[in-house]
């Protein structure tokens, strides 16, 4: 089996091995796959956390598939996953470490809607160099190191070769007319207030880490989030769309930042943007 042995956190992460960060962070979304699949069929008994978020076995299965595919194709990287964080089991804090969602959309997931991703990224010094986020439900793929790309994938395949998957790329902002997509799930009032302020010609919704794919390959322009979020669910879906060209800043305008170990990997309120200059005009 190939290995990639990323650069410590000393060296650099050039633009090769991000693409390849990339291309097997989408293979182990793939590989979990079929795990997901088969539990959203059937049905499953959902749990609580003891934050109150729920949790089922399809977030167990995928986790379990995807922290043995890491070993195997990225060994000695640090990760922080959705599910082993829970119990506490996280690593120490570091510059250079993998976030990994196994089902991020779990309400969506419930709900057959079909709109619910699995989540991997490479963060180096608090920023998502590389990552994945897959919808096998829709069999939807976007990837990115150095660039982004998109396309179709069944559960179980193997990644599709570059002569297949497309380049994607976010579109420079209208003067008038904004896209914004929201929280299929999480409305709130300071989403809509802000909303207020801008030039919006068309709302959307969409679950999951969607959103930002949607923003990456120009499909939207503006998604706005305050409400509570972790790193796990936002960076795989910010490492593609800042591939794409994008940005996504916190409430305070700055650069949005990963590693809050002391913070439990718990995020603040951000805004993703298609066309940062449209974010400097705030």
């Not at 410590?8 to 989408?26: K, P």
């Not at 990760?79 to 690593?91: I, K, L, Y």
Request: net charge negative; glycine share 10%; hydrophobic share 40%.
């Amino acid at each position: 089996m190939h290995t990639l042995s990323v650069p410590t956190a000393g060296d650099r992460l050039d633009d090769r091995d991000r693409d390849e960060v990339g291309e097997i962070c989408a293979a182990l979304t793939l590989e979990a796959g079929p795990a997901v699949m088969e539990v959203y069929g059937r049905g499953c008994h959902v749990r609580r956390k003891a934050d109150a978020s729920p949790v089922c076995e399809a977030d167990e299965r995928a986790e379990g598939i995807i922290l043995e595919g890491l070993r195997r194709r990225l060994p000695g990287v640090a990760v922080v996953a959705e599910e082993s964080a829970s119990r506490g089991d996280t690593p120490a804090p570091c510059d250079r470490f993998i976030l990994v969602d196994p089902l991020d959309g779990t309400r969506e997931f419930l709900n057959h809607n079909g709109e619910f991703t699995l989540n991997i990224a490479l963060v180096k010094e608090g920023v998502p160099v590389a990552g994945a986020v897959y919808a096998p439900a829709i069999a939807r793929l976007w990837y990115a190191g150095h660039h982004a790309f998109a396309c179709e994938a069944t559960p179980g395949a193997a990644l599709p070769g570059r002569s297949v998957v497309r380049p994607i790329h976010a579109r420079p902002a209208p003067a008038n007319g904004l896209v914004a997509i929201a929280s299929r799930s999480h409305a709130d009032p300071q989403t809509e207030a802000f909303l207020e302020r801008l030039p919006i010609g068309e709302r959307r919704c969409a679950g999951s880490s969607l959103k930002f794919c949607l923003l990456a390959q120009g499909e939207a322009d503006v998604y706005p989030r305050f409400g509570p979020t972790m790193e796990w669910d936002t960076a795989a879906g910010e490492a593609v769309l800042r591939a794409a060209g994008g940005t996504v800043e916190g409430c305070d305008h700055r650069p949005f930042k990963y590693g809050k170990s002391k913070a439990q990997y718990r995020n603040g309120g951000f805004i993703a943007w298609g066309d940062p200059e449209r974010a400097r005009m705030l």
